[in-house]
DNA sequence: TCAAAGTCAATACG
DNA sequence: CGTATTGACTTTGA
C-alpha cells in the first residue's frame, strides 16, 4: 500500500468514516468520469451519510480504497482556497476540515502523526476542526465555520503531495512559464488545451464579468493569486527575492509591490504576465513548485520551459553611468526628496495633479532639484495614486469582513513554519 | 514627445 | 536579514 509514496497525488477523496483514501494522480489532466463518486458503501457506514449519490448498481467497497492508517506517512497540512460562498477567509490554513471545497493540500512528512489524529475528516459537514495538531492553532478559537452546502458526501482535495520514508525521485517537474518567456497575445490561444477549468475567481463585490468556462481569456483573480502566493512563499520559507527572480524574473521590490497592491487583472497590461506566472506556479504539484526555486535562476529558467526571444524587457537595466563604469568613485546615492521638497510637491499635487511645464521649472528652481525630478514625482504620483485608488475598492470591502480571521490566520501560518521541512 | 504602465534596484524599515 | 518604499529608467501607445 505504499504504492503512491513519493508520487504526486492531485486529487484525493476520504470516504465519510475517514477510514479509506482513494488518491488520483499525478500528471492527468482530467479525472476519471466517476471520481467524484463514492463508491456504494456496502457496509453501514455513518449515520448521517444518507446521500442522494444515484444508487447505482455499481457496488464497490471502499476496501479498494487505501485504507487510511495504512499511510503512516501522511499528514494533512492544509491550505485551503475558498472558491466562493462561503464567509471563510480567501484562503488560509485549516488542520483538518471535511470537504465539499477545493483545498490545496500540502503533506510534510514531519507533520504526518498530526494526521493520526482521529479527528480528521470526521464529519462529513464541512468543519474546521484544529484538536488534532498546531499547538498554536488552538489558541484561536474562532476558525469554526460551518457550510452545509455538500456534495453528496463527494470531496476532493488539489495538490496535495505525500512524502514518503524511501525511495522518491524529485524529478517530476513540469513546464511553465518562467523568464525569457514572452507571450503576450490579447488572446492567449497558445494552448487551447482544456485545463481544468480552474477559474480562480470569487465572489468579491467586484463586478465580475460571466465568462464560461470556454478557455477563452484566462482571467485571474490577482488578489487572489497574491494572498495565495503570500500564504505559500511563507509556509515554504522562500524569500521574496527567490520567488520573484527564479520564477517571475522580477526584482524583490516588484514582488512586494505586486503582493500587497495587486491591480485587478483587468486593470493590467503588460503586467498579466507577471501574474500569469504566479498563477501557473500555483497551479503546479507542490514538489514542482518547490523544486524549481532549488534551482538558480538560469536552470529554473530552462527547466520551465521555453526561453522564447524577446525575454521581458527589464533584464538588462542600463543604468545611467558614466561612460566608464571602471571607476566606481562617484558614487551617487540615490535622490531623496528633504521633507520640505516633498511637502511642498504633495501640496502642488493636490491642487494641481498634472503642473505644466512651466510650473514643473518653477517647481525645480524654488526646490533646487531638476525638472526631471519633479516630473518624475508627479508621474510617479499620479500612478501611484491610481493604483492605490484601483486596489483599494476591492480590498477594502474584503479586509473589513476578514480582517480578525486573517490575523489568526497568519498566527497559524507562522506556527507552521516551525515544522516545515521542505525548505532548504 | 508625452503619459502611463511596469519595473528596477537602492535604501528605508523592522 | 527579509520586506516595503520609491525616484528613475524602459517600454508602449498615441
Not at 471502499?62 to 492544509?78: A, R, V, Y
Not at 503642473?355 to 499620479?382: C, D, G, W, Y
Given at each position: 500500500?505504499?504504492?503512491?509514496?513519493?508520487?504526486?497525488?492531485?486529487?484525493?477523496?476520504?470516504?465519510?468514516?475517514?477510514?479509506?483514501?482513494?488518491?488520483?494522480?499525478?500528471?492527468?489532466?482530467?479525472?476519471?468520469?466517476?471520481?467524484?463518486?463514492?463508491?456504494?458503501?456496502?457496509?453501514?457506514?455513518?449515520?448521517?451519510?444518507?446521500?442522494?449519490?444515484?444508487?447505482?448498481?455499481?457496488?464497490?467497497?471502499?476496501?479498494?480504497?487505501?485504507?487510511?492508517?495504512?499511510?503512516?506517512?501522511?499528514?494533512?497540512n492544509i491550505v485551503y482556497?475558498?472558491?466562493?460562498?462561503?464567509?471563510?477567509?480567501?484562503?488560509g490554513v485549516l488542520?483538518?476540515?471535511?470537504?465539499?471545497?477545493?483545498?490545496?493540500?500540502?503533506?510534510?512528512?514531519?507533520?504526518?502523526?498530526?494526521?493520526?489524529?482521529?479527528?480528521?475528516?470526521?464529519?462529513?459537514?464541512?468543519?474546521?476542526?484544529?484538536?488534532?495538531?498546531?499547538?498554536?492553532?488552538?489558541?484561536?478559537?474562532?476558525?469554526?465555520?460551518?457550510?452545509?452546502?455538500?456534495?453528496?458526501?463527494?470531496?476532493?482535495?488539489?495538490?496535495?503531495?505525500?512524502?514518503?520514508?524511501?525511495?522518491?525521485?524529485?524529478?517530476?517537474?513540469?513546464?511553465?512559464?518562467?523568464?525569457?518567456?514572452?507571450?503576450?497575445?490579447?488572446?492567449?490561444?497558445?494552448?487551447?488545451?482544456?485545463?481544468?477549468?480552474?477559474?480562480?475567481?470569487?465572489?468579491?463585490?467586484?463586478?465580475?464579468?460571466?465568462?464560461?468556462?470556454?478557455?477563452?481569456?484566462?482571467?485571474?483573480?490577482?488578489?487572489?493569486?497574491?494572498?495565495?502566493?503570500?500564504n505559500?512563499?511563507?509556509i515554504?520559507?522562500?524569500?521574496?527575492?527567490?520567488?520573484?527572480?527564479?520564477?517571475?524574473?522580477?526584482?524583490?521590490?516588484?514582488?512586494?509591490?505586486?503582493?500587497?497592491?495587486?491591480?485587478?487583472?483587468?486593470?493590467?497590461?503588460?503586467?498579466?504576465?507577471?501574474?500569469?506566472?504566479?498563477?501557473?506556479?500555483?497551479?503546479?504539484?507542490?514538489?514542482?513548485?518547490?523544486?524549481?526555486?532549488?534551482?538558480?535562476?538560469?536552470?529554473?529558467?530552462?527547466?520551465?520551459?521555453?526561453?522564447?526571444?524577446?525575454?521581458?524587457?527589464?533584464?538588462?537595466?542600463?543604468?545611467?553611468?558614466?561612460?566608464?563604469?571602471?571607476?566606481?568613485?562617484?558614487?551617487?546615492?540615490?535622490?531623496?526628496?528633504?521633507?520640505?521638497?516633498?511637502?511642498?510637491?504633495?501640496?502642488?499635487?493636490?491642487?494641481?495633479?498634472?503642473?505644466?511645464?512651466?510650473?514643473?521649472?518653477?517647481?525645480?528652481?524654488?526646490?533646487?532639484?531638476?525638472?526631471?525630478?519633479?516630473?518624475?514625482?508627479?508621474?510617479?504620483?499620479?500612478?501611484?495614486?491610481?493604483?492605490?485608488?484601483?486596489?483599494?475598492?476591492?480590498?477594502?470591502?474584503?479586509?473589513?469582513?476578514?480582517?480578525?480571521?486573517?490575523?489568526?490566520e497568519?498566527?497559524i501560518l507562522?506556527?507552521y513554519?516551525?515544522?516545515?521541512?521542505?525548505?532548504?
Amino acid at each position: 500500500m505504499k504504492g503512491l509514496h513519493g508520487k504526486y497525488v492531485d486529487y484525493l477523496q476520504v470516504d465519510p468514516s475517514n477510514t479509506y483514501i482513494n488518491k488520483y494522480g499525478p500528471p492527468q489532466e482530467e479525472l476519471p468520469e466517476d471520481f467524484l463518486d463514492f463508491p456504494e458503501s456496502p457496509k453501514k457506514s455513518s449515520p448521517d451519510s444518507s446521500s442522494e449519490t444515484t444508487p447505482t448498481s455499481d457496488v464497490q467497497d471502499f476496501s479498494s480504497w487505501e485504507p487510511l492508517d495504512t499511510d503512516p506517512s501522511i499528514h494533512m497540512n492544509i491550505v485551503y482556497e475558498s472558491e466562493a460562498e462561503t464567509d471563510l477567509p480567501t484562503n488560509g490554513v485549516l488542520s483538518s476540515m471535511t470537504f465539499n471545497h477545493q483545498f490545496d493540500v500540502i503533506i510534510t512528512e514531519n507533520e504526518r502523526k498530526l494526521l493520526a489524529e482521529e479527528e480528521f475528516f470526521k464529519d462529513s459537514n464541512m468543519k474546521i476542526d484544529r484538536s488534532s495538531d498546531l499547538e498554536s492553532a488552538k489558541q484561536n478559537g474562532n476558525l469554526s465555520q460551518q457550510d452545509t452546502a455538500n456534495f453528496g458526501g463527494k470531496s476532493i482535495i488539489q495538490r496535495q503531495q505525500i512524502n514518503i520514508e524511501d525511495g522518491e525521485e524529485g524529478n517530476s517537474m513540469r513546464t511553465s512559464p518562467n523568464c525569457e518567456e514572452q507571450e503576450n497575445q490579447p488572446d492567449s490561444m497558445k494552448t487551447l488545451s482544456k485545463q481544468k477549468p480552474k477559474k480562480v475567481r470569487k465572489s468579491r463585490q467586484a463586478p465580475l464579468k460571466d465568462l464560461h468556462d470556454s478557455e477563452v481569456e484566462e482571467e485571474i483573480d490577482t488578489i487572489d493569486v497574491a494572498t495565495r502566493i503570500i500564504n505559500e512563499l511563507k509556509i515554504h520559507r522562500i524569500p521574496q527575492k527567490t520567488f520573484a527572480e527564479r520564477i517571475l524574473c522580477r526584482s524583490q521590490g516588484t514582488l512586494s509591490d505586486l503582493l500587497r497592491k495587486p491591480k485587478p487583472w483587468h486593470m493590467l497590461k503588460s503586467g498579466q504576465e507577471t501574474f500569469r506566472r504566479m498563477h501557473k506556479w500555483l497551479q503546479q504539484p507542490i514538489t514542482a513548485r518547490l523544486s524549481i526555486l532549488d534551482m538558480s535562476p538560469e536552470e529554473a529558467a530552462e527547466a520551465q520551459g521555453l526561453l522564447p526571444p524577446t525575454p521581458v524587457p527589464s533584464g538588462a537595466r542600463k543604468r545611467r553611468m558614466n561612460s566608464d563604469e571602471s571607476e566606481p568613485t562617484a558614487k551617487v546615492g540615490r535622490f531623496v526628496f528633504t521633507a520640505h521638497q516633498k511637502q511642498t510637491l504633495q501640496a502642488v499635487y493636490k491642487s494641481t495633479p498634472r503642473p505644466t511645464r512651466e510650473m514643473h521649472q518653477k517647481l525645480a528652481v524654488h526646490l533646487e532639484i531638476s525638472i526631471e525630478t519633479v516630473e518624475n514625482f508627479f508621474m510617479n504620483a499620479r500612478r501611484r495614486d491610481r493604483h492605490r485608488q484601483a486596489t483599494t475598492q476591492v480590498a477594502t470591502i474584503n479586509e473589513t469582513n476578514t480582517h480578525q480571521k486573517e490575523a489568526e490566520e497568519a498566527e497559524i501560518l507562522s506556527e507552521y513554519e516551525s515544522d516545515d521541512d521542505l525548505t532548504e
